[in-house]
């Protein structure tokens, strides 16, 4: 995901959060079927959290990025449409 992410692929990254919530919440089953495994189970939840929390991280900072240039694009159409009726006056 952060590979797609910093490619600004984002229907794939979200794609991919999609597949990865499904897979926790097989991993939730697996535990409820087997106890056994809850204890890999809260490990690997323990590394999911982690990387959860560099992805908010990182999708934030792309929302940002994404941000800036919306207002940059309407700024600049904004300008062309002062240019355009300016030139029209003269």
Known sequence: MEGLLQ???YDEALQCMDERLALIESL???VGREPAQ???AVALAGRLSMQEESMQALAAS???A???RLALVGRANKAGQAYRVN???F
């Open 7 to 9: 490619q600004q692929q």
């Open 28 to 30: 939730m089953q697996l």
């Open 38 to 40: 809850r204890s890999a």
């Open 62 to 64: 792309h929302h940002h």
């Open 66 to 68: 994404i941000f800036e």
């Open 87 to 89: 030139s029209k006056e």
